[in-house]
Every structure is written in C-alpha cells, then in structure tokens.
T-cell receptor, first 118, second 115 residues
Framework: GAVVSQHPSWVICKSGTSVKIECRSLDFQATTMFWYRQFPKQSLMLMATSNEGSKATYEQGVEKDKFLINHASLTLSTLTVTSAHPEDSSFYIC??????????????FGQGTRLTVV | AQKVTQAQTEISVVEKEDVTLDCVYETRDTTYYLFWYKQPPSGELVFLIRRNSFDEQNEISGRYSWNFQKSTSSFNFTITASQVVDSAVYFCALSEAHTGNQFYFGTGTSLTVIP
C-alpha cells in the first residue's frame, strides 16, 4: 500500500530556533498534503493544506509566518516551525491522499513528529 | 460545529469483553467517507477502515466490526473479545467530497483493556 514517510519522528529544540519537518509520499504523487497538530490527549486539528506549485492554505488561527509550508515537489512537503516556543510543543502529523473526493479518498498518514521546545 | 462526535472519552474493559466505540457525524454532502484509525502510544495513525456514504453494509474483519447507519448518522466500531493490545486511542474521521480530502477527526476514545 501507499506509504507516507515523515521525518524526524521526534525533535527537541531550543526556544527561538527553527525546526523543519519533512513529509514524503514514497510510492505515489501527492499534489496536496495536509498538516495536522495534536496536543496531548486531544484530537488532530488541521493546520494547513499544502499545495504543490502554489501557496499553502492555512486554517483560521494558524500563523502562516510561523508555520512555513513548502510543497517542493509532488512527493515532498515541508513544515518549518520558525522561532519555536514551548507552546509549539506538540505532535505534528502529515497526510497525503491518493485520490480525489469524487474518486474515493484514501489518506495515508506519516508517522508523526513529536516536537519539544525547551 | 463539531462534524464528528465521539462521546466516549475513555473506556476501560476487562480482557475478552466486547466493547463498542460510538461515532456520530454531521455533513450535508451526499458523498462522504468515514474512517476509523487506531493511535497507539507511539503516535502513528493506523488505518482500520474506510466506508463511503453509498455503502451501508456492515463490515467484519476478524474481531473488528463496524455498523454504519445513515439514518442516525452513526458509524460505530465494535471490538469483540478485546485484548490488551487493543489498548489505544481510536479516532473516527469524516472526509467530504467537496472539501478535497480534508479529514475531520473526532476527539478520540481512549480504550484501556485490563488483563
């Protein structure tokens, strides 16, 4: 089956630094990828939609200047948390659909990245 | 408004008991997809099932079964003869055709199976 690889799986960084998280679709092309954030014991909340060849679409309340998204190719999207602060500590997970809504949706999720800002 | 509601926050059962996890969804689309995912402590999401809105057949896969009822907008998940390895957080999710594969997740149900 389709595989989405997310890297790193965990990272600890100092407050004020930036962290880049990669999401790759390994055996299929994804023009769209989604980034979610999950705080402890909470659900996954969509942060933004990453679009290959165009700007990302951010959900309300998500700072686009803080969470930079770049969909560099049909198999790679990156999320950069800039000037990270302790409140950014969370579990970040990406997903990539393999079809369109009318054809049938199959979404595969990366393994997630646990970010801890100290 | 919450599109997916999982009213049970935490459930504990003794091993070998059956357990049902509830999921109620809300959508105006006629074409949509419902999912269940398992999230063990390691964090990754494990895909369990996908149903489209035109297929109300119940499904059984080993000890897992799903009951999809459009009349009540519910998509419940039952684990038969639960095992300790079933302990995890389970998420129900909805994807609507018109929103391009964006997932709406419920708040999750944390299941603990006690040996």
């Amino acid at each position: 089956g389709a595989v989405v690889s997310q890297h790193p799986s965990w990272v600890i960084c100092k407050s004020g630094t930036s962290v880049k998280i990669e999401c790759r679709s390994l055996d299929f092309q994804a023009t769209t990828m989604f980034w979610y954030r999950q705080f402890p014991k909470q659900s996954l909340m969509l942060m933004a939609t990453s679009n290959e060849g165009s700007k990302a679409t951010y959900e309300q309340g998500v700072e686009k200047d803080k969470f930079l998204i770049n969909h560099a190719s049909l198999t790679l999207s990156t999320l950069t948390v800039t000037s990270a602060h302790p409140e950014d500590s969370s579990f970040y997970i990406c997903s990539a659909p393999t079809g369109t809504g009318t054809e049938g949706t199959e979404a595969f999720f990366g393994q997630g990245t646990r970010l801890t800002v100290v | 408004a919450q599109k997916v509601t999982q009213a049970q926050t935490e459930i504990s059962v003794v091993e070998k008991e059956d357990v049902t996890l509830d999921c109620v969804y809300e959508t105006r689309d006629t074409t949509y997809y419902l999912f269940w995912y398992k999230q063990p402590p390691s964090g990754e999401l494990v895909f369990l099932i996908r149903r489209n809105s035109f297929d109300e057949q119940n499904e059984i896969s080993g000890r897992y079964s799903w009951n999809f009822q459009k009349s009540t907008s519910s998509f419940n998940f039952t684990i038969t003869a639960s095992q300790v390895v079933d302990s995890a957080v389970y998420f129900c999710a909805l994807s609507e055709a018109h929103t391009g594969n964006q997932f709406y997740f419920g708040t999750g149900t944390s299941l603990t199976v006690i040996p």
